[in-house]
């Protein structure tokens, strides 16, 4: 294993490299963490790492269990529909007043998005990204700071369950369409249109998601 630099060896290192381990299902749903074993993989201390771990726990990227274990939550579809109901409410908001707000110029940058989204769109983690960045930069234009605050927790806690939403290419192309489709209500001045179009996508996303695991499940069973 290559060795971490000393910057990197405080909490906070230990803290972004724990979450992007949880977010990205390297960690598994439901593994227990052992700090030893944790602490000499990251070459770092208890201290740090107990650190994070009580930081990741506040934000249930982590669960502490009664016998005073610590597991990675299992991927659950009672929370996931909660999340993105939650989701496509703040986006919605924030599509409603981009559009109230969004300069030519703003217009324009959300088409380069667009076409970045395209270039990417059969490769399931680039078209993610890239569709993160448009939801991004339309809650920019939104300008409500509260909005943003809620929609970057809520998106934190869904990065688990994203690469369930963008499994296929049918659906990375029924997003891209979507992605279209907003950019270009935005583009008209039509807020009820755009918070509509936005509010459909997100819950589109839901069902792709939970349709995904239901599969990946009974697969499993």
């Known amino acids: 294993m290559p060795e971490i630099p000393a910057r990197n060896t405080g909490a906070h290192y230990v803290y972004a490299e724990l ?3 949880i977010l990205s299902l390297e960690l598994k749903p439901g593994e227990r963490l052992y700090e030893p074993a944790m602490a000499s993989a990251l070459q770092v201390s208890r201290t740090p790492l107990r650190e994070a771990i009580r930081r990741l726990i506040s934000e249930s990227l982590l669960e502490q269990q009664p016998t005073g274990g610590v597991l990675v939550p299992a ?8 999340l993105y ?3 496509a409410a703040m986006e919605s908001l924030m599509a409603r007043n981009a559009c109230m707000k969004a300069t030519p110029a703003d217009i324009e940058d959300l088409q380069g998005n667009l076409e970045r989204n395209a270039a990417m769109v059969k490769f399931a983690d680039d078209a993610m990204q890239q569709g993160m960045a448009l939801h991004a930069r339309i809650a ?3 300008g409500n700071s509260w909005a943003r605050r809620f929609h970057g927790q809520i998106s934190s806690q869904m990065e688990r369950y ?3 939403t963008n499994s296929t290419q049918e659906r990375r192309d029924q997003a ?7 950019v270009a209500a935005l583009a008209g001045g039509d807020p009820d249109k755009a918070a509509k179009i936005a509010f459909d996508h997100v819950m589109g996303a839901r069902d792709a998601a939970v349709r995904a695991m239901s599969g990946n499940s009974a697969a499993g069973s």
């Open 176 to 182: 891209l369409a979507q992605h279209r489709i907003l």
């Open 140 to 142: 920019m234009i939104a």
């Open 85 to 87: 109901e939650v989701r």
């Open 75 to 82: 991927l659950d579809e009672a929370a996931i529909s909660e």
């Open 162 to 164: 994203r690469h369930f």
């Open 19 to 21: 979450k992007r381990r």
